[in-house]
């Protein structure tokens, strides 16, 4: 790629994006070929990172472990469904991993948690995302009681409506009364630690590549 | 004998030598029998009456010598008995105190003698002896008796043949049948403590089945055993279990509760781990132990407790019924049971459960009884020296082939014990302002938000992170503030998750944590708990956290929790002070950069919350300079400048708090901050009011700062404050102001074109006390003007300044004498202190017995003394008045003597009163005061000394008091005032030959002659008239030498 289609690039997606300054798309463009040029080494031409790929880098960078939850991560980060992350969905996505406003995150996450895209979390969705949240206790009788009380006591914290399903509408008011439920079914967004981490170590002024 | 005394008899832990028994009807029981065998033993067997011990008993008795009479050779302070062994050696032989005796017809005399001592005597003897069989028939003995059968006793005595040893052989025998009485004995009383056993369980689950059933009015849904085989003894656990003590299993269900499966044994009803397969059940306790099965169920289930407060008296009437054949057929048990049960002050239905239980153990008891003492006198054998502590509990276990009614009563008792012996530990008592921890009410009834809590505590404990938040926001939810569900939080266990969280890398948990402990830590004994568990060290390590919204979690926790001293200490000792001050300066650092993160909060906040923690720490001296030192004070100074409401009350509460030191005091001057103090005055908010008038009252201690206040323009809105009495923890805050800042007099003439004097008489009345002392004082410094003395009057302000002085607070009184005082200066305003008897009052508070308002009061006389209208009339009226303010001289207090003086130097103007308190011998007490370095009271002991010169020979009696001397050397003191009076009282005195000598020669005239050329006119008039008369009588004694 030459340096004009770069820059191009560079222009094209820092417009498009409000939580990045030019600088800080450069270096995750760079980022991007970078990880690009690894994968590509292997599996030959492709046009984005897979999901493989990038379940790898979430695992490693981000600290994620939740097979489930990363899938979806993935989901969110690949607009337009081809099963590859392509630059600009890896600038974009980056942008609200990292800088997103509450609203964005919101929307994200719901997105996340929803896991057959019908537009509510359901009971069954929930005891989905959380059957490995308990430890298992050898003299409960039925070790899905736990998880099932505790989908019981997530909708009746965050069902505003009593309808036994979350909407966004209520996932939203439950979540601006109390952030911690924001990632209530999982971890989606990378932690602070591992997100400063990761700021440092990409935003820094880059001597390798200026030139490029 | 031996064995109930060492096994059975109940001796306090006080180790050897000093060890005494028991005062428990248990010992008295066995004290008692030991009486009677003695006492008897004469007659019974008076063979062996005769016999003579190989050491004597001995030991002190309270028994005179007086009390021998038959048989006896008595003198003042020993006795000797008249029979005597075969070596002429007396058997009894008594000299006070100690008394020896050495045969049992001897003992039984003894005890006939004693009469109603008997108890004491014998309980005196037994702890004087402790191992009597030994001394009785010797050593060799001794041992026979401890471990041999009845067989090997027998053996002995067929080997030696002689009369002596088979004597000493039948005592042998006869000790030993005491023994295994008395053992029996104790075992009937102690038999009576019994609480469970196979048929009073088998009891209550009967009664407890007869309720039972759905639908809302029965206790239970149901309730059966596990096992339908009943064993002969009563019991249905396997008898491998029975050997443990466990009778049946239970399986209850309640209405608000799962299934429970519990076990009954003889140390009382727990729950178990439960049924696993078709018979087979989970042995191991799961929970708390019960006394039975009524209170089991009732501290499991609220349901069950609610039904059963309900169905009480019916359940009440049913078990009476039940026990109607039994109280005929066991009338000698049942009276024994109200006197085990008087005292115990439980509920009606646990008491009458306890009689139920008992009365049927004490039946079952009879035929059991020799079984256990059998098994106890063989397992004495095989386990010689077990201690009698084992013996409590366990030697019985291994032999006992079911279930000991015996081994039940022990071990519940050992039960009963550990539990007293944890729940006192839990009520440690502390240190300081606290409230002792209690421990939520066994049976009370629990709401339904207990449980919830309990399940969601569970969940926290086992959950993962998700869990674990869903958990903590589901939490929060609850009403924290109610203590219910504080304490259904510490007493599930939560607690010590909730800190355990705070150690962790999860920033979610840790908020989620905080947010909680921050509710929660407004309960006094919850803090404790935190305290104890080691949170606050956690909690100042989030203090460094780069997240700014835990930063301010953990701020304001520990600001609930440093409520008390040993937190206040850890927060210190574990680095916390210095960090809190750091966190006042993130308010500066604004220039950083803008973070998305979802944890930061505003700069300010932090700051904020970092003054919250601060104020609540500053309560410590300690804290107080390791802020100051951490460089606290700039950044509060820097904060105050602020405008934010929320942020100025913790900052200026700080402040108030610290101003109590002398160094902030200083400081806070130096920083500026009493400016913003006095801006804050006019601040809307009524508690950020009340902390700025609290820190200006600290701090107006100090002049300079007195004018700063004035400067700023600080008077007037502390003024117009006065004028909103409603919030009386501000009126008492400005009020202290206002009084310290009208130390200063251009303050007070500010305050009087405010017109704040007539508004603090108004306060003078209905006002709390805090108020009241600081509008007194305020009125007292104002009064010391002129014109505000005429202002407080015609506002009628003494009436009620007088009405206070019956009060008993001592600050208030102290400021009232001192208000008054100030008023009795205007003569007008005397008349009125007069009319309303105020003197009198005044002079009753000498009497007070806090030297502080003593000594006010003796100054508050002094001005009443000078204004009043035929003073001495008035003085004179008060009846021992005059003796009492004579024998103030006594005080230990300078303040109180100077006082006195003072008063007495008023008293003295008058002729008549002069004369009584010389009477009252005035003249020896304050010539003992002379030698002192006061000059206080040396300036009003002078001024009293020259006062009352004025009658009789007092000034020969000063002289020959030795009082001249130390008065000449008042001269060298620095004080004006010392000078003045002290001339004043030496020229009096001079006017007596040998004290013009005294003074002549102690130097005195150097200094007058000094003092003459002062510019205090009276001053060097006495020094000038002292000096005349030294000079006349030199004059005087040359001319009777020339002529």
């Given at each position: 790629?030459?340096?004009?289609?770069?820059?191009?690039?560079?222009?094209?997606?820092?417009?498009?994006?409000?939580?990045?300054?030019?600088?800080?798309?450069?270096?995750?463009?760079?980022?991007?070929?970078?990880?690009?040029?690894?994968?590509?080494?292997?599996?030959?031409?492709?046009?984005?990172?897979?999901?493989?790929?990038?379940?790898?880098?979430?695992?490693?960078?981000?600290?994620?472990?939740?097979?489930?939850?990363?899938?979806?991560?993935?989901?969110?980060?690949?607009?337009?469904?081809?099963?590859?992350?392509n630059v600009s969905e890896w600038v974009y996505g980056l942008s609200l991993f990292l800088r997103g406003?509450?609203?964005?995150?919101?929307?994200?996450?719901?997105?996340?948690?929803?896991?057959?895209?019908?537009?509510?979390?359901?009971?069954?969705?929930?005891?989905?995302?959380?059957?490995?949240?308990?430890?298992?206790?050898?003299?409960?009788?039925?070790?899905?009681?736990?998880?099932?009380?505790?989908?019981?006591?997530?909708?009746?914290?965050m069902d505003h409506d009593h309808d036994g399903k979350l909407s966004f509408s209520d996932y939203e008011q439950a979540v601006r009364e109390e952030t911690l439920l924001l990632e209530a079914f999982g971890p989606c967004l990378p932690d602070p630690k591992s997100q400063m981490e990761f700021e440092a170590h990409v935003f820094k002024e880059p001597n390798e590549f200026n030139d490029i | 004998?031996?064995?109930?005394?060492?096994?059975?008899?109940?001796?306090?832990?006080?180790?050897?030598?000093?060890?005494?028994?028991?005062?428990?009807?248990?010992?008295?029981?066995?004290?008692?029998?030991?009486?009677?065998?003695?006492?008897?033993?004469?007659?019974?067997?008076?063979?062996?009456?005769?016999?003579?011990?190989?050491?004597?008993?001995?030991?002190?008795?309270?028994?005179?010598?007086?009390?021998?009479?038959?048989?006896?050779?008595?003198?003042?302070?020993?006795?000797?008995?008249?029979?005597?062994?075969?070596?002429?050696?007396?058997?009894?032989?008594?000299?006070?105190?100690?008394?020896?005796?050495?045969?049992?017809?001897?003992?039984?005399?003894?005890?006939?003698?004693?009469?109603?001592?008997k108890l004491k005597e014998a309980q005196a003897c037994i702890e004087a002896n402790r191992n009597p069989v030994r001394k009785i028939l010797g050593f060799d003995y001794n041992a026979v008796i401890e471990d041999s059968s009845v067989l090997n006793i027998l053996d002995k005595i067929t080997e030696d043949n002689d009369p002596e040893s088979q004597v000493k052989m039948k005592i042998a025998m006869l000790l030993k049948e005491l023994d295994l009485h008395l053992l029996n004995h104790s075992l009937k009383h102690i038999s009576l403590e019994v609480s469970l056993n196979p048929e009073a369980v088998k009891n209550d689950v009967e009664l407890l089945k007869r309720f039972s059933g759905k639908g809302e009015e029965t206790v239970l849904e149901s309730i059966t055993y596990t096992s339908d085989y009943e064993f002969s003894n009563g019991c249905r656990a396997p008898p491998w279990r029975q050997i443990l003590g466990e009778m049946c299993y239970v399986l209850v269900k309640p209405h608000d509760v799962e299934t429970?499966?519990?076990?009954?044994?003889?140390?009382?009803?727990?729950?178990?781990?439960?049924?696993?397969?078709?018979?087979?059940?989970?042995?191991?306790?799961?929970?708390?132990?019960?006394?039975?099965?009524?209170?089991?169920?009732?501290?499991?289930?609220?349901?069950?407790?609610?039904?059963?407060?309900?169905?009480?008296?019916?359940?009440?009437?049913?078990?009476?019924?039940?026990?109607?054949?039994?109280?005929?057929?066991?009338?000698?048990?049942?009276?024994?049971?109200?006197?085990?049960?008087?005292?115990?002050?439980?509920?009606?239905?646990?008491?009458?459960?306890?009689?139920?239980?008992?009365?049927?153990?004490?039946?079952?008891?009879?035929?059991?009884?020799?079984?256990?003492?059998?098994?106890?006198?063989?397992?004495?054998?095989?386990?010689?020296?077990?201690?009698?502590?084992?013996?409590?509990?366990?030697?019985?276990?291994?032999?006992?082939?079911?279930?000991?009614?015996?081994?039940?009563?022990?071990?519940?008792?050992?039960?009963?014990?550990?539990?007293?012996?944890?729940?006192?530990?839990?009520?440690?008592?502390?240190?300081?302002?606290?409230?002792?921890?209690?421990?939520?009410?066994?049976?009370?009834?629990?709401?339904?938000?207990?449980?919830?809590i309990q399940k969601l505590v569970k969940y926290l404990k086992g959950g993962n992170q998700i869990a674990t938040v869903i958990a903590l926001c589901s939490l929060k939810d609850f009403n924290l503030a109610q203590e219910t569900c504080q304490l259904a939080i510490r007493d599930a266990g939560g607690l010590e998750v909730l800190i355990n969280l705070l150690d962790t890398d999860e920033v979610k948990c840790k908020i989620g944590s905080l947010k909680i402990l921050k509710e929660i830590s407004h309960n006094p004994q919850i803090r404790r708990n935190i305290v104890d568990l080691g949170g606050l060290p956690l909690m100042v390590n989030i203090l460094d956290s780069p997240h700014k919204s835990l930063k301010c979690l953990a701020a304001e926790t520990i600001a609930n929790v440093a409520k008390f001293r040993r937190a206040r200490w850890a927060v210190r000792h574990h680095g916390g002070i210095t960090k809190l001050v750091v966190l006042l300066d993130c308010a500066q650092n604004s220039t950083e950069p803008v973070q998305s993160s979802l944890y930061d909060a505003r700069d300010e906040e932090v700051a904020r919350c970092g003054a919250l923690a601060l104020?609540?720490?500053?309560?410590?001296?300690?804290?107080?300079?390791?802020?100051?030192?951490?460089?606290?004070?700039?950044?509060?100074?820097?904060?105050?400048?602020?405008?934010?409401?929320?942020?100025?009350?913790?900052?200026?509460?700080?402040?108030?708090?610290?101003?109590?030191?002398?160094?902030?005091?200083?400081?806070?001057?130096?920083?500026?901050?009493?400016?913003?103090?006095?801006?804050?005055?006019?601040?809307?908010n009524e508690q950020l009011q009340e902390h700025c008038a609290m820190a200006i009252y600290q701090c107006a201690e100090d002049e300079e700062t007195r004018d700063l206040v004035r400067l700023h323009g600080g008077l007037k809105p502390l003024a117009s404050l006065l004028n909103n009495t409603d919030n009386k923890e501000r009126l008492a805050a400005v009020t202290g102001a206002i009084w310290k800042c009208s130390i200063s007099k251009e303050n007070v003439t500010k305050f009087r074109e405010y017109k704040a004097i007539e508004t603090l008489v108004g306060l003078l009345t209905d006002q709390p006390e805090e108020v009241l002392v600081n509008v007194v004082g305020a009125l007292g410094e104002c009064c010391q003007e002129h014109e505000n003395r005429v202002i407080v009057r015609k506002c009628g302000g003494i009436q009620p300044l007088v009405n206070l002085l019956v009060g008993i607070n001592q600050a208030l009184l102290v400021n009232v004498t001192k208000a008054i005082a100030a008023c009795a200066v205007e003569p007008e305003s005397m008349i009125i202190i007069a009319r309303l008897d105020g003197v009198r009052l005044l002079w009753s508070l000498l009497k007070n017995p806090h030297p502080d308002v003593k000594a006010s009061a003796a100054w508050a006389l002094c001005p009443c003394i000078q204004n009043a209208k035929d003073a001495g009339e008035m003085?004179?009226?008060?009846?021992?008045?005059?003796?009492?303010?004579?024998?103030?001289?006594?005080?230990?207090?300078?303040?109180?003597?100077?006082?006195?003086?003072?008063?007495?130097?008023?008293?003295?103007?008058?002729?008549?009163?002069?004369?009584?308190?010389?009477?009252?011998?005035?003249?020896?007490?304050?010539?003992?005061?002379?030698?002192?370095?006061?000059?206080?009271?040396?300036?009003?002991?002078?001024?009293?000394?020259?006062?009352?010169?004025?009658?009789?020979?007092?000034?020969?009696?000063?002289?020959?008091?030795?009082?001249?001397?130390?008065?000449?050397?008042?001269?060298?003191?620095?004080?004006?005032?010392?000078?003045?009076?002290?001339?004043?009282?030496?020229?009096?005195?001079?006017?007596?030959?040998?004290?013009?000598?005294?003074?002549?020669?102690?130097g005195a005239v150097k200094m007058l002659l000094h003092m003459v050329g002062s510019a205090d006119e009276d001053l060097q008039e006495a020094a000038a008239g002292c000096i005349s008369n030294i000079r006349r009588l030199a004059l005087a004694t040359e001319k009777a030498r020339y002529t």
């Open positions: 790629m030459n340096r004009k289609k770069l820059q191009k690039l560079t222009d094209t997606l820092t417009k498009n994006c409000k939580h990045f300054n030019k600088f800080e798309v450069k270096c995750l463009i760079n980022l991007f070929y970078k990880l690009m040029g690894d994968v590509t080494k292997r599996q030959g031409v492709v046009t984005g990172l897979d999901r493989n790929a990038f379940r790898n880098i979430l695992h490693v960078t981000f600290g994620m472990t939740d097979d489930m939850i990363m899938d979806r991560v993935f989901r969110g980060f690949d607009k337009d469904n081809d099963g590859s992350i406003t509450l609203e964005e995150k919101m929307k994200y996450c719901f997105e996340v948690f929803d896991l057959n895209g019908d537009g509510f979390i359901s009971k069954e969705e929930m005891f989905h995302m959380l059957k490995n949240s308990l430890l298992k206790q050898p003299s409960e009788e039925d070790p899905d009681e736990g998880i099932k009380d505790l989908v019981e006591i997530t909708l009746k914290k | 004998m031996g064995v109930a005394l060492t096994r059975s008899a109940q001796w306090t832990a006080a180790g050897y030598g000093t060890r005494t028994l028991e005062t428990t009807p248990l010992n008295e029981a066995i004290l008692q029998e030991i009486i009677i065998f003695i006492e008897s033993f004469i007659y019974k067997h008076p063979q062996e009456a005769k016999y003579v011990f190989v050491e004597p008993l001995e030991w002190k008795t309270d028994l005179d010598p007086s009390a021998f009479e038959l048989g006896y050779v008595v003198s003042e302070t020993t006795v000797e008995s008249e029979e005597a062994d075969k070596n002429g050696q007396p058997l009894l032989f008594f000299s006070v105190p100690q008394i020896q005796v050495r045969s049992f017809g001897q003992l039984s005399r003894l005890l006939f003698i004693a009469k109603d001592r429970l499966c519990i076990t009954c044994s003889a140390e009382g009803v727990f729950l178990n781990g439960g049924k696993i397969d078709e018979g087979e059940i989970n042995y191991e306790r799961k929970g708390a132990i019960y006394k039975d099965l009524i209170t089991f169920l009732k501290n499991t289930s609220a349901k069950f407790s609610e039904v059963m407060s309900k169905e009480q008296i019916r359940f009440n009437e049913l078990q009476n019924g039940k026990d109607q054949p039994n109280e005929t057929s066991d009338k000698k048990e049942s009276d024994a049971i109200p006197k085990a049960v008087d005292g115990s002050d439980k509920g009606m239905l646990e008491k009458k459960q306890i009689n139920f239980g008992k009365r049927q153990m004490a039946k079952r008891l009879e035929p059991s009884l020799n079984w256990k003492t059998t098994v106890d006198y063989k397992g004495r054998r095989s386990s010689l020296r077990d201690t009698h502590k084992e013996k409590r509990g366990g030697k019985l276990e291994k032999s006992a082939p079911s279930v000991s009614p015996g081994k039940t009563q022990l071990a519940c008792k050992n039960v009963s014990k550990t539990e007293e012996i944890v729940s006192e530990s839990s009520s440690e008592s502390e240190e300081d302002e606290e409230p002792p921890d209690h421990r939520q009410e066994a049976n009370a009834d629990l709401p339904s938000e207990y449980w919830q104020w609540s720490c500053s309560k410590s001296y300690a804290n107080k300079e390791a802020i100051r030192k951490a460089g606290g004070i700039p950044l509060l100074a820097r904060l105050l400048k602020t405008s934010h409401g929320n942020m100025l009350i913790p900052v200026v509460g700080t402040l108030q708090e610290c101003a109590s030191e002398e160094n902030y005091r200083d400081a806070i001057k130096a920083e500026r901050i009493i400016e913003n103090l006095v801006k804050n005055l006019n601040s809307e003085v004179r009226s008060f009846v021992g008045g005059l003796e009492l303010v004579v024998n103030l001289l006594k005080s230990d207090s300078k303040e109180v003597l100077a006082s006195v003086c003072a008063a007495i130097t008023n008293i003295a103007k008058d002729q008549e009163n002069l004369a009584i308190i010389t009477d009252h011998g005035v003249v020896p007490l304050l010539s003992k005061l002379a030698n002192t370095n006061n000059d206080k009271l040396r300036r009003h002991l002078a001024e009293a000394i020259s006062c009352c010169c004025m009658w009789g020979r007092n000034r020969v009696a000063f002289g020959e008091n030795k009082a001249v001397a130390p008065l000449v050397r008042y001269l060298k003191s620095n004080d004006i005032n010392v000078h003045r009076a002290t001339a004043q009282a030496l020229y009096q005195l001079s006017e007596d030959v040998d004290n013009c000598i005294t003074i002549h020669e102690n």
